[in-house]
C-alpha cells in the first residue's frame, strides 16, 4: 500500500522560510518522479516543483529562485525547501509519487504566509 505523509506545514510571515518532507513507504522510490504540488482555495491544484528519478528538477515560474526541492533516495523522503516566502504561496501542498500511470498523492499539509 503507497503512503505519501507530508510534514512541516505551517503559519509564517512574508520573507520567512519552511521546509516540507514527505516520507514514502509502499513503492520503489528510487525510480520515481517525485513533485510538490499546491491548491490555494478556489483554485486548481498547480505544479510547484517536480524531480526526476535522475535529480532534474522542474519548477513553476512563480517559485523559481525561491523554492528548492531535492530527494533523499536512502530515506524515502523528498523535500521542498520555501524561501521568502509571499502570502500568494498559502495554500495546501501536496506530495506526489509518478511513475508511468502510477499516480499517487499525500494528504496535504496547509502553509499559510500571513502577517
Known amino acids: 500500500q503507497v503512503q505519501l505523509v507530508e510534514s512541516g506545514g505551517g503559519l509564517v510571515q512574508p520573507g520567512e522560510s519552511l521546509r516540507l518532507s514527505c516520507a514514502a513507504s509502499?513503492?520503489?522510490?528510487?525510480?520515481?518522479?517525485m513533485g510538490w504540488y499546491r491548491q490555494a482555495p478556489g483554485k486548481q491544484r498547480e505544479l510547484v516543483a517536480s524531480i526526476t528519478s535522475s535529480g532534474n528538477t522542474n519548477y513553476a515560474d512563480s517559485v523559481k529562485g525561491r523554492f528548492t526541492i531535492s530527494r533523499d533516495n536512502a530515506k524515502k523522503t523528498v523535500y521542498l525547501e520555501m524561501n521568502s516566502l509571499k502570502p500568494e504561496d498559502t495554500a495546501v501542498y501536496y506530495c506526489?509519487?509518478?511513475?508511468?500511470?502510477?499516480?499517487?498523492w499525500g494528504q496535504g499539509t496547509q502553509v499559510t504566509v500571513s502577517s
Open positions: 509502499g513503492i520503489f522510490f528510487n525510480i520515481y518522479t
Open positions: 506526489n509519487a509518478k511513475l508511468s500511470l502510477n499516480n499517487n
